[in-house]
């Protein structure tokens, strides 16, 4: 199946059924103001074909006008177009919800995992390329149904925060070293979640159970010989009493020691710094915080837990693979907000028929 395929006659009234029909489409449409009457484009959902035709083709906007008038969809200038491109970004921000929505509840063994993550694609035009701007989408990845269960966008500005996707009930969330951000943390945990995620030995201020400062690095000097640790910890705040956590630490091999102490200084060096021991004994184990209790989930199942993150790269691969998603054409937020949304929702629609399309189906990835 190609990304295109959704838009062929035999599929399309699919389509528009998963959206909600075409009464649901046209009033969306009008509520978000991308569709207030017919003006060469007789309906919202001639409109959403349309505009999925220009941003999933690889023409420009004169080449799709004029493959819409010469099929009958839509009798419209490349100018017309545009505006209406520009105004349809709410609406398939609309859409985008509709289609997450469609997917069951994933949960494991009665809790939702959810892997939070961001992938960027540059901006579009040569002012834009040579400065090296981006988009940025933020996306929760849901397990075991392996679905992209929300999506953000923003410009590079717009940082990783583990508290941007809105938090279900339940969920144990997990995050890289990026997401270590305590009083963002507290919110996740306030909206009765847990957490789970990376930490860089120098990302946080780490406190015993007296809230006096805890030495990491001495401790992970200590527990060398047993290559474990499984412990409470402290996390301080900016507001707030510190964070109760439970800190995870494992040994890595002899060779992904090597290899991880290796990048640290190749780091150091791109950098212009001196690498410090501390720095390089860190490297040598995955450290984890978590607030997940110890009496429901050992040891071994926080490592198994932060082992699935892999899965959402593959998600962001699979992303970019078959629907192409790329640095939309030109500048202008109001043309390339929709062009991007136009991809996630294709993905979307593709998604329950992702199988099909691998190599290597999910099932046996799992066997």
Not at 180 to 191: C, G, M
Not at 196 to 221: E, K, M, T, Y
Not at 343 to 350: D, K, Q, S, V
Request: with cysteine.
């Amino acid at each position: 199946m190609r990304r295109e395929s959704v838009l062929l006659s035999r599929d399309w009234q699919a389509t528009i059924e998963r959206l909600g029909g075409a009464a649901g489409l046209r009033e969306t449409a009008r509520a978000s103001k991308a569709f207030s009457r017919a003006r060469g484009i007789k309906s919202a959902a001639d409109l959403l074909r349309l505009v999925l035709a220009y941003c999933l083709g690889e023409t420009g906007l004169r080449s799709t006008a004029a493959w819409a008038a010469a099929v009958g969809l839509a009798d419209i200038s490349n100018v017309a177009l545009l505006q209406r491109l520009r105004c349809c970004g709410d609406w398939l921000s609309l859409l985008v919800g509709k289609a997450l929505a469609c997917a069951p509840p994933p949960a494991a063994h009665g809790r939702l995992i959810r892997l939070i993550d961001a992938t960027v694609v540059p901006q579009g035009g040569l002012r834009a390329r040579k400065s090296g701007k981006l988009w940025r989408i933020h996306a929760a990845f849901d397990l075991p149904h392996e679905r992209f269960s929300h999506f953000e966008l923003t410009d590079q500005s717009g940082g990783e925060r583990i508290d941007r996707i809105p938090v279900v009930a339940g969920e144990i969330r997990i995050g890289d070293r990026a997401h270590l951000q305590p009083d963002r943390i507290a919110r996740v945990l306030e909206a009765s979640a847990d957490i789970l995620v990376r930490a860089a030995w120098n990302g946080a201020r780490w406190l015993d159970p007296q809230r006096r400062s805890f030495d990491l690095i001495g401790a992970l000097h200590a527990a060398d010989q047993a290559e474990l640790i499984d412990q409470t910890i402290f996390v301080g705040r900016n507001e707030g009493a510190p964070l109760a956590l439970r800190l995870v630490a494992v040994k890595k091999s002899p060779a992904a020691c090597a290899a991880a102490r290796r990048k640290a200084r190749r780091d150091a060096k791109r950098h212009g710094n001196t690498i410090s021991q501390a720095t390089l004994t860190a490297a040598d184990w995955v450290i984890l915080v978590t607030s997940l209790d110890a009496a429901t989930f050992s040891t071994n199942d926080i490592l198994a837990l932060y082992r699935l993150r892999w899965r959402i790269e593959l998600g962001f691969k699979r992303l970019k693979s078959l629907v192409g998603l790329k640095g939309p054409p030109g500048t202008d937020e109001r043309s390339a907000k929709p062009w991007l949304l136009a991809h996630l929702l294709i993905i979307l629609l593709l998604e329950p028929s992702v199988d099909e399309l691998e190599d290597s189906p999910r099932w046996l990835l799992a066997a």
